[in-house]
């Protein structure tokens, strides 16, 4: 039976949730490895999966330790990697990662090179939301709704969603530009 999407309510526990994950991933990650909260359970007030997304940033994917990930409670999913937005022309690399689950609280590790298009995305996005309300709270009306319309369907839901984000990163990236934001030291 395939598992349900549901968007629940920001939960006060996400940030400390987060905190012990972290713990986790820092005994297992290659030296110098930053550890960043992304995602929407990052986005104080902001509705979500009860997902917790973390993303750890290395040198080189290669550098990464499965087993020991998993002595921490993680397992690797292989073949995945990020989308392209629409009308961007990216190398593979841009877009390569790794993937793990945890058999714990639910979590998503995604394992992204520093400097590589994916791994800013992620930080810039949650920096956006976080200080756009309007953009959050329409993002998470969307949310709510394909979880509603397509419960059950996972591809559905991100078919919909991935580009709604990248609408958000057009938002975001001008936002960077005009600010001069720049990737936030480890959390």
């Known amino acids: 039976m395939p598992t349900l999407i549901e968007i629940v309510p920001a939960q006060p526990s996400w940030r400390t949730d987060f905190e012990t994950l972290k713990i986790a991933i820092l005994r297992a990650a290659p030296a110098g490895s930053r550890v960043h909260h992304i995602g929407s ?30 002595t921490e409670g993680f397992e690797r999913i292989r073949g995945l990697a990020d989308h392209c937005p629409p009308g961007l022309q990216l190398d593979e690399t841009e877009l390569k990662k790794r993937f793990y689950e945890s058999r714990g609280r639910p979590a998503n590790l995604h394992v992204r090179e520093g ?18 309300p309007v953009a959050a709270a329409a993002y998470v009306l ?17 078919e919909i969603k991935d580009p709604v984000f990248d609408i958000i990163m057009a938002g975001a990236s001008e936002w960077a530009a005009r600010t001069a934001w720049s990737e936030p030291p480890a959390d």
Request: charged residues 30%; neutral net charge.
């Open 41 to 70: 359970t990052a986005v104080p007030g902001l509705a979500a999966k009860d997902i917790i997304d973390i993303q750890l940033t290395v040198e080189k994917l290669d550098s990464v330790n499965d087993g020991a990930l998993a």
């Open 115 to 132: 400097g590589r298009f994916n791994q800013r995305y992620a930080l810039l996005c949650r920096d956006y939301l976080r200080t756009h």
């Open 142 to 158: 969307i949310k709510e709704r394909l979880a509603r319309r397509a419960p059950a369907d996972e591809d559905a839901y991100y």
